[in-house]
C-alpha cells in the first residue's frame, strides 16, 4: 500500500506542475512520519512513512490548515470556501494474533469530495464525503470545525471532530458473523453493527516557517469510537475505543509557472 500512496501522490505532482507550467501555481511537495492505528478499533500504533503534497494558485497566500485531511486538491479555493477531490486510505487488518480466525481485511482507498468553509479568518468548518474500494465498499464521512492563530511563524489550530460510517463499512470493521466466532479463540460473540456515528474526537495542529520555502508541521487526534463501533467484539475483545494519531513532517515549496 505504500508505493501504491506514494505512486499517486507523484502523479499528483506531476499533473499539478503541468497545470502550474500554464497558469501559476505554489507546489508544496514533502515527507511525514505517521504515528497511527494500523486499523480502526486496534489498541496500538505503528509508524508508518508518507509523503505529503499541497498545491495552490500563486495569486493566493499561504493558509494554515490542519493536515488530518487526507490527500486533497481544491478546484475551487475562495476565502470562504474551497471544495475539490480527496483520498484517504486504509491499512490492511490480518487475521493473526488477537484477530486469529476473523477475516483478513485489504487496504482500502477512499476517493470522495471535501468542503471548506471559512466563515472568518479564524474559523475552519469542513466536510468529507468517501467511498471505499478494496478492503471495504461502505460509504464514510468526517465533520470538523478548527479554530486558527497565526502568530509570526506559527500557526495552530484545535477544533472536534465527528465521523460516520455506514452499514457496510462498519459491518466490514467491527462485525463477526456466526463463522467468524466458531473459528476464533478469543472472540465468541457474533455482531452485526448498523450504520451511524462511529466515533467522536478532537485534533490538534500546528506549523513553524523555517524559512520562506521550508514548513514544518505536527497534528495530534484523538478519537473515542461510538457504541456502534466500540461495543463490538473486536474493540472489547482485541482492541480499544480509544484510539491515537499523530505525524510530523516538512515540505518546501517551489513556485511554477510564473
Known amino acids: 500500500m505504500r508505493s501504491k500512496t506514494i505512486l499517486l501522490c507523484a502523479a499528483a505532482i506531476s499533473l499539478a506542475a503541468g497545470a502550474a507550467e500554464a497558469k501559476g501555481w505554489v507546489v508544496s511537495p514533502g515527507a511525514k512520519v505517521n504515528v497511527i492505528t494500523p486499523y480502526e478499533g486496534a489498541d496500538h500504533v505503528v509508524w508508518r512513512p508518507s509523503p505529503s503534497f499541497s498545491v495552490r494558485p500563486a495569486s493566493r497566500p499561504y493558509r494554515f490548515t490542519p493536515s488530518d485531511g487526507g490527500t486533497t486538491f481544491a478546484l475551487i479555493d475562495t476565502d470562504h470556501f474551497s471544495f475539490g477531490p480527496m483520498a484517504r486510505f ?24 471535501f468542503i471548506d468553509i ?17 478492503g471495504h465498499k461502505g460509504l464514510v464521512g468526517d465533520l470538523g470545525a478548527d479554530i486558527v492563530i497565526n502568530r509570526g511563524k506559527w500557526s495552530g489550530s484545535v477544533g472536534p471532530r465527528v465521523g460516520y460510517g455506514d452499514t457496510k463499512y462498519l459491518d466490514t470493521y467491527f462485525g463477526v458473523t ?9 472472540i465468541t460473540r457474533t455482531y452485526t453493527p448498523k450504520g451511524g456515528i462511529r466515533y467522536t474526537g478532537v485534533t490538534v495542529a500546528g506549523s513553524y516557517n523555517l524559512d520562506r520555502n521550508w514548513r514544518a508541521r505536527f497534528d495530534l487526534g484523538y478519537k473515542h469510537l461510538n457504541d456502534r463501533a466500540g461495543l463490538s467484539p473486536v474493540v472489547q475483545v482485541a482492541g480499544s475505543r480509544d484510539q491515537y494519531q499523530g505525524s510530523f513532517g516538512v515540505s518546501r515549496s517551489f513556485s511554477l509557472g510564473l
Open 178 to 186: 456466526p463463522l467468524e466466532a466458531a473459528r476464533s479463540p478469543l
Open 118 to 134: 471559512w466563515p472568518t479568518y479564524w474559523l475552519r468548518l469542513r466536510a468529507e464525503a468517501r467511498h471505499g474500494f478494496r
Open 90 to 113: 486504509q491499512y490492511k487488518r490480518k487475521a493473526d494474533d488477537q484477530l486469529t480466525g476473523l477475516r483478513e481485511i485489504k487496504y482500502a482507498v477512499e476517493p470522495g469530495a
